[in-house]
């Protein structure tokens, strides 16, 4: 893809700059006022390196408009409505909508880890995004939760296609730079891309999503620091699939196992065939801790078509040990009367059984 920037000088003076959002590697995201349209526009801005070649970098910061530009029939990506570079501030311009709610990583800092089914709508907007590109040739290969735009609590859309690539007709692309968290295992081997590139980096995704970033954070910590990083992505073993959140149903451990498999052939055929699977995913209770301290911990979970229910995990301490009760209730959403449906630990939980315990619970009840 070639980029003329002969004719490109970009307008600035059009623009009236509001608050600064974001801020990578590359540049700036800024909050801006489009004086001609009047209307709020998001605007990213790239300082270019005066000591480097300004037209070889103008032309390749101006790909991901243009890619952009290329996308925009899609609802699930972010959509562009000019770019250019400045001469005289020396910068590429990109404005686009401004989605107010900022990216998916915004929830994720709030409020550490997300439900199931929130998750499950991020994951499917996503994956429409990506099928769309998919089809176009394009590879994202920069999937993570800051690059996922909210629109509403059902909407999602796909942004920063700065490095993306494209695939050739042999199948696969080349590939340049890769976030270090989640470095697919095809990466460390060739540098060699595909779909099922974007496939492993939604998988991470998801994990990331449903166990929040500290559970993925603190094994790659652990593996950098024994200086066996490669190996453990080559070998199954970062990230853990094995390690997650109690709450964590199953069947969504199942497609995050499938997506993130190291053998690429052996992952899902396309980003639609994950998104039909996790469409199977009919949840009935919307769980949420309500509290989670030393001695107490507690769910509630509301449902559509069945009665809400609360799960109490109570510490107790005697002379000799401490165990857990398990208690799961159900509620009258009217009255709020609450009966017990069964009490797992008529027979006490030491701590180590709790996490199972609560995983058959969760799994029995989601
Ligand atoms: N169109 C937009 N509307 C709202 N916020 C945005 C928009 N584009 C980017 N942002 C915010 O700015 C951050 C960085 O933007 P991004 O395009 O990912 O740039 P970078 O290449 O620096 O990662 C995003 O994570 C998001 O929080
Ligand atoms: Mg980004």
Request: proline share 2%; aromatic share 10%; hydrophobic share 35%.
């Amino acid at each position: 893809m070639n980029v003329s920037v002969k004719n490109n000088d970009f307008d600035f003076s059009k623009y009236t700059l509001d608050t600064k959002i974001g801020a990578g590697k590359f540049g700036e995201v800024w909050v801006c006022r489009n004086n001609i349209f009047r209307r709020k526009e998001a605007i990213k801005r790239i300082r270019l390196d005066t000591s480097g070649n300004l037209q070889t970098q103008a032309r390749l910061n101006l790909l991901e408009p243009r890619v952009l530009e290329y996308l925009k029939k899609s609802d699930y990506i972010v959509k562009v409505f000019d770019a250019g570079l400045n001469k005289e501030l020396n910068e590429i311009f990109i404005t686009m909508e401004y989605l107010p709610k900022g990216s998916v990583n915004n929830l994720l800092a709030k409020h550490g880890y997300l439900d199931i089914q929130t998750v499950l709508n991020i994951m499917k907007s996503l994956l429409k995004g990506l099928e769309y590109a998919h089809n176009l040739k394009i590879l994202h290969l920069d999937i993570k939760p800051s690059n996922i735009l909210i629109v509403n609590k059902n909407k999602y859309k796909l942004s920063d296609f700065g490095l993306f690539s494209i695939k050739r007709e042999n199948g696969s692309a080349d590939v340049d730079i890769i976030y270090d968290l989640h470095i697919p295992p095809e990466i460390f081997k060739a540098r060699k891309a595909s779909e099922q590139t974007d496939i492993y980096l939604a998988g991470i995704t998801f994990y990331r999503l449903v166990n929040g970033d500290i559970v993925l954070r603190k094994q790659f910590d652990e593996w950098i620091k024994k200086g066996k990083y490669k190996y453990a992505v080559l070998n199954s073993k970062y990230p853990s699939r094995n390690i997650y959140r109690y709450h964590v149903p199953s069947c969504v451990r199942k497609i995050i196992k499938k997506a993130i498999n190291v053998d690429p052939k052996k992952r899902y055929k396309d980003a639609a065939q994950m998104r039909r699977d996790i469409e199977k995913i009919k949840l009935d209770y919307d769980w949420r801790k309500s509290r989670d301290d030393d001695r107490l911990i507690v769910w509630n979970a509301h449902s559509d078509n069945k009665n809400n229910l609360k799960l109490i995990c109570e510490k107790k301490i005697n002379l000799l040990e401490q165990f857990w009760t398990i208690k799961l209730l159900k509620v009258n959403e009217k009255s709020g009367k609450e009966n017990m449906v069964h009490e797992f630990s008529k027979d006490y939980v030491k701590e180590r059984v709790l996490v199972k315990r609560l995983c058959e619970i969760f799994n029995n009840y989601f």
